[in-house]
Each structure stands twice: as structure tokens, then as C-alpha cells.
């Protein structure tokens, strides 16, 4: 018996099975200018993770797809209006990296003595689909008390990037836009004003263009998404009412730049304070999808709310 195309039935069959049985697990591959990488896969998606480059998740596809990140994941220290003490070893540094599980990585930082924290980040891959568990742990390896939040910088290929406005916002615009210069920042959540950004009912969406941007606001849907060529990605993590959110007061942002190719989805943490060996856990999880809606402008993004909650449910934050 033979397939139309007159290949053997047989050799598609064992081709298909070879092809789920090399491409499931994780393994250690080479993938673009690191060596040690750590590829997590299992069938359907894929996600890479380099070590040694501060232990950065460097790609996450479907199987299908192409790469959805330009440059990565990266969970760093902020607040940035704080400023905080450069953390070399955390944000590029090797992290020491184990198997924990059939689909999950350890990751442990060296202790930063700059900052006074050391990280700890597991990541999981759902057994089927593209859902991904990031979880990331600070601690305070001083003597005395630190105080600071976890801050998701994941430069993406989005297009558009969107995330739903707090109808009960500390801002009266219910957004806000960064001003001024590097150690001078602050926002503007009266009057923002950005070519970037759209209002569409109750969503914020940032937009193609050429200036470089960075806008915010206090969202407590517990979600941010990227669009980009009919792939969506979703970020969801918990959304803390109470919580000290220093970044001037943004819980979600988003940094565009001034060429119009990369955008940084960036969910927040509140700040915490940590007294000395306390820690404080972020956890994230992601869903990526092909859609076949047609998105030419921030009028279309609402057609996308459907899909971001069938994603939320089938990877529900407790």
C-alpha cells in the first residue's frame, strides 16, 4: 500500500515516528555562537536556553514556526527607576544547569555580590502544545535587608503588542509613557502622547513605527501579548493588587525601538523586601499560536482576545 504521492505508507509511518522520538526531551546542542546550550522539546515545541549567557532562553518556536524571540528572555533586576547596582553575573554571567525532569531545567546564577542576590530559574515545557513554565527565584545572599522586583525583558520579532487597560487605574490616562534620559527617567501618566501606542476600547496596543518608545501601565488582567506574521504570544503571571510596583507603578511595559524590528514585552513584579537569605519567587507561562485572523492595524487586535483567552485557560495561572 502506498500514500498518493507513491511513497511507501510504511516509510511515512516510520519516518513520523522517528521524527517524535529524536525531536522530544532534553538535550545538549550547539545553536548559533554557544555550545552548551540546552535544547527542551516535545514534538510540538521548542525551547533553547544558553547557560552561559546569563542563562537566557534564546529561542521558542513551534514546531512549524520560526524563532518568536530577537535576542531572548532574559529576567532581570529592577525596578528601573531604582537604578539598581549593576549585576553582571546575573544578567550575562554562566549559570550552573541540570536536568530536573523529562521536560525541565534548573538554572543557578553565581552569587552577585554587587547586588547582593543570587537567582535560581526552572523552566518547563508541557508535555504537548507550547506552554512553557518560567519560574524565577531571587535571594539575598547579604546581611542586610534588599528590596527589589523581578523585570521580564523579552526582546521579541512583535509586530504589535497589546495588553488590557485597569478600569480602576492609578493613572488618569490608565497608561503612561517613559520621559526623560537614562538615570533621569520618569512617567507620564496624565497626558502620554506616543505614535506608538493605540487606544482600542479597553486594550492598549503598541504599533508599527520608527520611534523608539517605552510605555506602561498598571493592567490587572495578569496578561501581555505580542503579535507578530500570524504567530501570538502570550505572557501570563500574577498580579498583585497590594503589591509596591516601583517601576512608576507599571505592572506590564512595552520597549519598542526606533527601527521598527524589535520589540521587549516586559511583565513586572511588585518590589519586595528581602531580609537577609529570604527569597522571592515570579512565575510566568507562555503559550505561542498560529492565527488566521488578518491583523493590518490596532483596529484588528480585538479579533485576538478570543485566542489570548483560550490560551489563559488551557495554561491557567492559579
Known amino acids: 500500500m502506498t500514500a498518493r504521492t507513491g511513497t511507501p505508507l510504511a516509510a511515512i509511518i516510520l519516518w513520523a515516528i522517528a521524527l517524535s522520538t529524536t525531536w522530544a526531551g532534553v538535550k545538549t546542542i550547539a545553536y548559533e555562537k554557544w555550545n552548551d546550550c540546552l535544547?527542551?522539546?516535545?514534538?510540538?515545541?521548542?525551547?533553547?536556553?544558553?547557560p552561559s549567557a546569563g542563562g537566557r532562553i534564546v529561542h521558542y518556536s513551534l514546531a512549524d514556526g520560526p524563532n518568536f524571540f530577537l535576542g531572548g528572555c532574559q529576567i532581570d533586576i529592577g525596578p528601573e527607576l531604582d537604578?539598581?547596582?549593576?549585576?553582571q553575573a546575573l544578567w550575562t554571567g554562566p549559570y550552573q544547569a541540570e536536568k530536573t525532569g523529562p521536560l525541565s531545567v534548573r538554572l543557578l546564577s553565581a552569587k552577585d555580590t554587587d547586588i547582593g542576590l543570587q537567582i535560581t530559574r526552572t523552566v518547563e515545557l508541557a508535555e504537548s502544545g507550547a506552554g512553557v513554565t518560567v519560574r524565577q527565584t531571587?535571594?539575598?545572599?547579604?546581611?542586610?535587608?534588599?528590596?527589589?522586583?523581578?523585570?521580564?525583558r523579552t526582546m521579541t520579532r512583535a509586530q504589535?503588542?497589546?495588553?488590557?487597560?485597569?478600569?480602576?487605574s492609578r493613572f488618569p490616562a490608565r497608561?503612561?509613557?517613559r520621559l526623560g534620559e537614562n538615570r533621569s527617567y520618569s512617567y507620564d501618566g496624565k497626558t502620554p502622547a506616543s505614535p506608538r501606542?493605540?487606544?482600542v476600547g479597553d486594550l492598549l496596543v503598541v504599533v508599527p513605527g520608527k520611534k523608539m518608545e517605552k510605555v506602561g501601565a498598571d493592567s490587572a488582567a495578569g496578561w501581555i501579548a505580542g503579535y507578530a506574521d500570524g504567530w501570538l504570544y502570550v505572557k501570563r503571571f500574577p498580579y498583585f493588587p497590594d503589591g509596591d510596583y516601583a517601576d512608576g507603578?507599571?505592572?506590564?511595559?512595552f520597549w519598542v525601538d526606533a527601527a521598527g524590528t524589535r520589540m521587549e514585552i516586559e511583565p513586572l513584579?511588585?518590589?519586595v523586601k528581602l531580609k537577609p537569605g529570604e527569597s522571592f519567587p515570579f512565575e510566568e507561562q507562555w503559550d505561542l499560536q498560529r492565527v488566521d485572523e488578518k491583523i493590518e492595524s490596532a483596529d484588528d487586535i480585538p479579533k485576538l482576545l478570543p485566542y489570548v483567552r483560550k490560551m489563559a485557560l488551557r495554561n491557567k495561572h492559579p
Open 39 to 50: 535544547e527542551i522539546a516535545n514534538g510540538t515545541a521548542r525551547v533553547v536556553i544558553a
Open 249 to 253: 507603578g507599571n505592572s506590564v511595559e
Open 83 to 87: 537604578y539598581p547596582p549593576r549585576h
Open 160 to 168: 504589535y503588542g497589546f495588553f488590557e487597560l485597569n478600569s480602576q
Open 138 to 152: 531571587m535571594t539575598n545572599i547579604t546581611a542586610r535587608d534588599a528590596a527589589y522586583c523581578h523585570w521580564d
Open 197 to 199: 501606542v493605540k487606544i
Open 175 to 177: 497608561w503612561s509613557v
Open 269 to 271: 513584579s511588585p518590589k
